[in-house]
């Protein structure tokens, strides 16, 4: 950094907040509540003010916000495919995995699918040291966040910042009122409150949208009158190089603004808020984690916790695509493209309920052949596989992490991903839906999907053509899709052949963005245990992490909600702790 101009902010903040994302914009807005606290956000990203928020953003079709490189860490990589025990050298590929770098994080650019998880989560969370996270204590929080549109009673509230919907059947089109049929013919019942009835069944998915416009949390907690005031300060486009220790006491961080300027600013506590990737990372470079691995870089060891960075991970997903027949395709009536889910028990003996899940998106991509394809995804709900990690390359703020999630290391995992794949499939390729889609195939989120997936001219034009080609003759079109689009093995081969439909699915499992549990809270005698309850980091003082990876597993479902209703709930306890004293 010597060609970069050195600084100090003269300002000293209560609170400094090392991320504006999902859980960094909460923050922001509950603690800067207090007149008397002075707050900075620093996010490395852009802003999304009020009047301002660009429209793939706004968009309720989220493909426009989560490929675009505008709104992303565009050089962090992570492999997904496990590591076999017996082939320790083995390196999977490195796939690009999208996280967000804007004002609002993840909220301002994921499917905006509100998912709550399951009771049963929470009071995991519980058992697992997280003490008082039991589902009877962080209900209030869930409720506090929201203002449900279409239900209400002692599960939902009324009055909060996000928005919560869901998208009426009568504007589904006809594919998604197709397959919620073929569900009800299959033996699932229909649940009408995902958020309220714990059960099996498919649903209209809840959403943090209103009039067909995404809520983040920076548009629902940091509006005009939420940035007024005169105590909250909000840096964008900013990075911080590094957190300032001084006898195992953070005292602030050091950041490079966009002007190219590094500067230190003090505050009495840090709090990172940059996910379950970049907190770990912040937490490594500062000295604070494994001993061996901080030695190795040169790293001076802070606190050895052995827990920074292990056990991350995500939910396990793989997909069904199908050709939609022109009148079963997205009908214009709503921005939408995902608007049925469903979740299911697997049945194995050591997986609670509804330990299965699947989303049903009528359109796959913004491009013209995305709107013609249709995909079943399906996740492992309550994953057991939990040896991913995050690692250091180098001490250098500007070099990615390493990222291994490591996906489908614990076999029951991948057992119940084959049943669920074939009973899956089954449904789409039953009868009943021959009139709607077509030439059903094994999808996965590859790297040329992806390449085609990038907003971009070329991509336009050639989808274009691709896509009238598709809806010319039916040998044409089984062709094309054989010849462009298959990867491996036809969905026949996959419905009869285990060897098969393994190494699909272990090839093709990616993860769904929901990257949790890198920096676990738990007890501080549990040596994977990063965090306290209140987030505070164990071994250091005046510094937290409060994001997802805190949980001390992940969810039954979405991620987005629980890491808003981690914030909420940990501002309410540095809210309390300023008042007693």
Request: hydrophobic share 40%; aromatic share 8%; glycine share 8%.
């Amino acid at each position: 950094m010597n060609d970069e101009k050195h600084a100090n902010d003269t300002s000293r903040y209560d609170f400094i907040i090392v991320g504006g994302g999902t859980a960094g914009c909460v923050l922001a807005s509950r603690l800067s509540a207090d007149p008397r606290l002075r707050i900075l956000v620093i996010e490395a990203g852009e802003d999304t003010a009020p009047g301002r928020v660009p429209a793939p953003i706004l968009d309720s079709f989220a493909g426009l916000a989560y490929l675009n490189s505008r709104f992303l860490w565009n050089d962090l990589k992570a492999t997904t495919e496990n590591i076999p025990s017996n082939r320790p050298d083995y390196q999977p590929a490195l796939r690009k995995y999208e996280q967000a770098r804007v004002l609002g994080g993840g909220s301002a650019i994921n499917g905006q699918l509100a998912n709550r998880g399951a009771p049963h989560d929470y009071d995991e969370w519980q058992a697992r040291g997280a003490k008082g996270w039991s589902w009877d204590a962080v209900l209030p929080y869930f409720r506090k966040l929201e203002r449900d549109v279409d239900f209400d009673g002692p599960l939902h509230g009324q009055d909060g910042p996000i928005a919560i919907s869901r998208i009426g059947e009568d504007l589904w089109p006809e594919h998604a009122n197709a397959m919620a049929a073929a569900f009800g013919r299959a033996g699932f019942s229909y649940v009408h409150d995902q958020n309220g009835e714990f059960v099996d069944g498919y649903y209209p998915v809840a959403i943090s949208n209103l009039y067909d416009r995404r809520v983040s949390t920076a548009v629902g907690y940091l509006g005009y009158r939420v940035r007024a005031r005169a105590n909250l300060t909000i840096l964008t486009e900013t990075h911080v190089t590094g957190l300032l220790m001084h006898d195992r006491v953070c005292r602030g961080v050091t950041a490079r603004g966009p002007d190219g300027e590094t500067r230190d600013y003090q505050a009495s506590e840090v709090i990172l808020s940059c996910g379950a990737l970049h907190s770990p990372a912040h937490l490594l470079r500062a000295g604070i984690g494994p001993a061996q691995e901080l030695g190795d870089l040169g790293i001076e060891v802070v606190a050895d916790r052995p827990g920074v960075g292990k056990r991350l991970t995500d939910h396990p997903s793989v997909a069904i695509a199908s050709y939609i027949k022109p009148k079963a395709r997205i009908n214009g009536r709503t921005r939408r493209h995902l608007l049925l889910g469903l979740r299911f028990s697997s049945g194995h003996a050591d997986a609670p309920p509804s330990d299965m899940a699947a989303s049903i998106a009528s359109k796959s991509a913004w491009h013209d052949v995305g709107s013609q394809l249709a995909t079943v995804n399906i996740w492992v709900n309550k994953t057991f596989s939990e040896d991913g990690s995050v690692r250091l390359r180098d001490s250098d703020w500007r070099t990615e992490p390493r990222i291994d999630f490591n996906l489908m290391s614990d076999r029951r995992d991948l057992e119940r991903m084959m049943s669920a794949y074939r009973r899956l499939a089954a449904i789409v390729l039953s009868p009943e839906m021959h009139g709607v889609v077509s030439d059903t195939f094994p999808a996965s989120y590859s790297d040329k999907v992806r390449q085609v997936g990038a907003l971009t001219l070329r991509n336009r034009l050639m989808t274009g053509l691709l896509a009238k080609l598709l809806d010319g003759p039916a040998v044409l079109r089984e062709f094309l899709l054989k010849s462009f689009i298959l990867e491996g093995d036809p969905i026949e081969v996959l419905m009869r052949d285990d060897d098969a439909l393994e190494a699909f699915i272990r090839r093709a499992t990616v993860g769904v963005w929901h990257a949790s549990c890198s920096c676990r809270m738990g007890d501080e005698d549990d040596p994977m245990a990063v965090t306290a309850a209140d987030g505070r980091v164990y071994g250091v003082g005046g510094l937290r992490v409060v994001d997802a990876s805190i949980f001390p597993s992940i969810p039954s479902g979405n991620t987005n909600l629980p890491t808003i209703m981690v914030a909420e709930r940990i501002a309410d306890l540095i809210l309390a702790e300023r008042q007693a004293t």
